[in-house]
């Protein structure tokens, strides 16, 4: 039903075309060619124009013995020539510089092509534009025969680089011919818009008319047919609205331009003329075919959507489409809106190279962490290490270049979903490496939320911070029991202890005797409580090195328990009318077994605590009137080594420390 109606309507085309085709009377007139490449080139409209008159205003710019001495424009080889006319080399005398001068062939008196080639000259030089060739000047040559003087450009045409890209006047690099080609196009427009602005039609866009120099200069040449969609340029520029025969190239025409009305031409022409461009591109060919002229200008008048194979990138045949609609109000709103719909896509390719080398990244870091997890057992720490370096390596590179892609393209589908993968795929090492921490950075940064990684994290963090509790609770305990913790300190502490202590004894003892109360028991306590001072002062100035841990702690209280003892034994020795010596032996005695049980449950340092009072205790219980100089010579002595002591189990450890 579908192919009966479209070929109801294909009929319907044709008949109506038959039609126009009897009325533009084609077979008469040699003007219009077969080739489909070739410009069909209208009658001009300003045949009220005197081509003579306009002649003999122009500058005589080349050597003529008559009219001037010294020639302006002196011409040169033969760089190209048309079926109208021809450019040469020339050199422009005044400044001194290489140009090109565009000429009718010789002996051509055709009022006609002298206007044709004076309108080019007119209309290029309204058009100042950085992809438009400037025109220097119009002038005479010698025969009298009209010239456009114009900058010289050396490089090939569109057309012959999608023959061979290896003709380039520069190299493509890496870039691939196809981005070089939409690049070219996409400057096409700009001098397209513009021209557009100054309110100028080109009618004859096609890649032979495009041309890209030595240094990637690009210029859409050949404005020979261009009209004007302005009555303020009536006079030198044609009128569209006066046009009345089809002109252009057939192989590329849009389907007003075939009807022949210039009531219909406007911007949107020109666009469809780049998007055959771009369809070339695409394909190879132009966009309406056929093996005779009839067949080509049929294919443009019936403006069928062409249709692209699978090769061909659909966001670029989306815009062929559009730039070539049959409708004209469907098509791009302007020049400018279409290269910037080719430079998006450009920027999106980019965006689809990038990704996909990072989805080779991607493929690989696969391979990596699979290996990894196969020889963790077997690895030891130095290779895992290494592994993990050469993984997060891979990783960088392979985000970096999705994120990369998304920056260039936000659209990019394939590059958001690698960057999912390459993430998830480290959280997952993470996870099962137990390493919650970057696991949850990772997690973080996911595009899409993932429900069960998120669940697996919460289950591993949790499991991970219990053990750190215990792992914590382990670490303080042993730091609590731990008997190196402040052992610097504790020497210093014992030294100083040492010191003060058998200081005040001997001070004290003297002090007494010369008071004359020295076998005194209240001596003993007053003594004792001297003793207890003595001690708290250096223990305030060093409590927070002192109290470090629940070792160094009991250390500090079991000193002052043992005072604590011996002010209660001095005190019952009062009480009880003891003798001194007893007293005596009775402390040191408590203080051995104080420092024994220290010895036994806190550190075996204090020993010599234990020891020094133990002997003399012995030496105080054998020889009483040696009793209070034993517990001096104990007290001076067990600190001292204890000090010692400390001091040495210090160094041993700070030895084996450098050494490990």
């Known amino acids: ?273 780049l998007g055959a461009v771009l369809h070339e591109i695409l394909t190879g060919e132009p966009p309406n075919k056929g093996d005779t002229l009839f067949q080509i200008m049929f294919d443009a008048y019936n403006a069928q959507p062409p249709e692209y194979s699978e090769h061909v990138d659909a966001q670029l045949a989306a815009i062929c489409h559009r730039a070539m609609h049959a409708d004209p109000a469907q098509r791009y709103a302007s020049a400018d809106a279409l290269r910037n719909a080719l430079e998006t896509h450009l920027s999106h390719r980019d965006s689809l190279r990038i990704g996909e080398q990072s989805q080779e990244r991607l493929a690989l870091l696969r391979e990596m ?103 914590e609770g382990l670490k303080r305990k042993q730091f609590e029991h731990s008997t190196a913790v402040g052992r610097r300190s504790r020497s210093l502490y014992a030294a100083v202890l040492g010191i003060l202590l058998g200081a005040l004894a001997i001070v004290s003892r003297l002090a007494l005797q010369w008071a004359g109360v020295s076998k005194e028991p209240s001596a003993l306590l007053i003594h004792s409580l001297a003793i207890l001072v003595t001690t708290l002062v250096p223990t305030i100035i060093a409590r927070r090195a002192l109290m470090l841990n629940l070792v160094n702690r009991n250390l500090v209280y079991l000193v002052f328990i043992s005072l604590g003892f011996a002010a209660f034994f001095r005190g019952l020795g009062l009480l009880l009318e003891l003798p001194p010596s007893t007293v005596m032996v009775m402390e040191m005695t408590g203080h051995s077994a104080i420092g024994l049980v220290a010895a036994l449950f806190a550190d075996r340092q204090m020993l010599w605590i234990s020891g020094a009072m133990g002997l003399g205790a012995l030496a105080g219980g054998f020889f009483p009137e040696f009793a209070i100089p034993a517990l001096v010579t104990s007290i001076f002595v067990g600190f001292t080594a204890l000090a010692l002591g400390w001091r040495r189990v210090d160094r041993r450890a700070s030895l084996k420390t450098r050494e490990s």
């Not at 690009?218 to 046009?243: C, F, N, Q």
Request: aromatic share 6%; hydrophobic share 40%; net charge negative.
């Open 369 to 471: 962490v699979t290996r990894e997890i196969t020889a963790q057992a077997d690895a030891d720490a130095a290779e895992r290490e290494h592994s993990g370096h050469a993984i997060y390596r891979l990783f960088g590179a392979c985000r970096f270049g999705f994120e990369q892609a998304l920056q260039t393209s936000p659209d990019n589908a394939a590059a958001r979903r690698g960057l999912q993968e390459v993430l998830e795929l480290l959280v997952e090492r993470e996870l099962q490496q137990g390493a919650h921490r970057a696991a949850a950075l990772l997690l973080a940064d996911l595009p899409e939320p993932n429900p069960a990684l998120e669940a697996r994290l919460a289950e591993l963090t949790q499991r991970n911070e219990s053990r750190e509790r215990e792992f």
């Open 1 to 273: 039903m579908l192919a009966n109606t479209t070929d109801r309507v294909r009929e319907e085309k044709l008949r109506k075309f038959n039609t126009l085709w009897e009325s533009m009377a084609v077979g008469k007139t040699e003007k219009f060619e077969a080739d489909r490449t070739r410009t069909m080139r209208p009658s001009t409209d300003l045949a009220s124009l005197d081509a003579s008159l306009l002649l003999s205003e122009l500058p005589w710019l080349t050597q003529n013995q008559t009219q001037i001495k010294f020639a302006e424009i002196s011409l040169g080889a033969l760089i190209g020539e048309g079926g109208m006319g021809k450019i040469n080399q020339a050199h422009q005398r005044s400044v001194a510089r290489e140009v090109a001068v565009k000429s009718l062939h010789k002996n051509t008196t055709d009022p006609e092509a002298i206007l044709t080639l004076l309108r080019e000259g007119w209309i290029t030089g309204r058009l100042e534009h950085p992809n438009i060739v400037p025109i220097y000047t119009l002038g005479r040559a010698s025969d009298g025969q009209p010239l456009i003087v114009m900058k010289k450009i050396a490089g090939v045409s569109l057309a012959d680089l999608m023959v061979d890209p290896s003709v380039s006047p520069r190299s493509l690099g890496t870039k691939q011919p196809l981005d070089f080609y939409i690049e070219i196009l996409a400057q096409v427009c700009n001098a397209v818009h513009y021209a557009h602005s100054r309110g100028i039609l080109h009618r004859d866009i096609k890649p032979e008319n495009i041309m890209v120099g030595e240094f990637g200069e690009v210029y859409l040449l050949d404005w020979g047919i261009a009209v004007s969609m302005e009555e303020t340029h009536e006079g030198r520029l044609p009128l569209a609205a006066k046009i009345t025969s089809p002109a252009g190239t057939p192989a590329y025409m849009a389907p007003e331009m075939v009807n022949g009305d210039g009531r219909e031409l406007s911007e949107k022409t020109d666009i469809f003329l």
